[in-house]
């Protein structure tokens, strides 16, 4: 498949004033989806045509969201577009207020979900396991972050047994770090709203905050600890 450039025409010419077939072709493409009110739709190596004809202004973003599910598979709890360099966050909003447009080139970023892993969940819907999904995304992290909890506990421990040490300033600085990344973790967790019927992603969001909120309080009890030396 020719680069994502190419595709689009937008590589310079040589000739400021001489279009080859190849360009001439695309121009001429680029056109026709704007008189169609075609979006192109780019996901990973491929692009995908989604046509709304006349009503594209009045389409809103949620919309989009279903045509791209259906023309590419990725699930909606985790799909997210991006239009000249920003993400598109409002649903509700129109296409024509996002500065999306006929031969506008939105890239979609998600996950699609295999048989296997719709077969684990109650609702046997693609979609709770996308919601399974980004709170997968968010506990691999804090699992990552289990060694340097231990290192903090064992600075803390030092600090105690040698106030004056000179990893005071590190010990410190690494609370604050991990005390920032489980609070973090904590609201994107929040913001993963599970509708009830997804009883598999909702148990997995339980688990997930009952964690972090386990390691914020183990955290915070060392660092309590530490501002007594």
Do not use: W
């Amino acid at each position: 498949m020719d680069s994502f450039a190419s595709f689009f025409g937008l590589k310079k010419s040589n000739s400021s004033n001489t279009n080859t077939p190849q360009q001439s072709k695309q121009q001429q493409q680029r056109e026709q989806h704007e008189r169609r009110g075609v979006i192109v739709i780019s996901y990973g190596d491929r692009y995908y045509d989604v046509g709304f004809g006349d009503r594209l202004p009045q389409a809103t973003v949620g919309e989009l969201k279903d045509r791209c599910k259906r023309a590419t598979g990725v699930t909606l709890a985790t799909m997210k577009l991006k239009v000249s360099g920003a993400y598109i966050k409002d649903d509700t909003a129109t296409l024509q207020s996002s500065g999306i447009h006929g031969g506008s080139v939105v890239l979609l970023y998600g996950d699609r979900v295999r048989t296997e892993q719709v077969m684990e969940t109650a609702s046997g819907n693609p979609e709770e396991v996308g919601y399974m999904m980004r709170i997968s995304k968010v506990m691999d992290k804090i699992e990552g972050a289990k060694d340097k909890i231990e290192e903090f506990d064992i600075g803390v421990v030092c600090v105690m047994e040698n106030p004056q040490t000179e990893k005071r300033k590190e010990t410190e600085d690494l609370g604050i770090y991990l005390s920032e990344l489980l609070m973090q973790a904590l609201i994107t967790l929040d913001g993963v709203d599970c509708p009830s019927e997804f009883e598999t992603a909702r148990q997995d969001r339980r688990k997930g905050v009952k964690v972090c909120q386990e390691l914020m309080d183990r955290v915070d009890g060392s660092r309590a600890t530490l501002k007594k030396y």
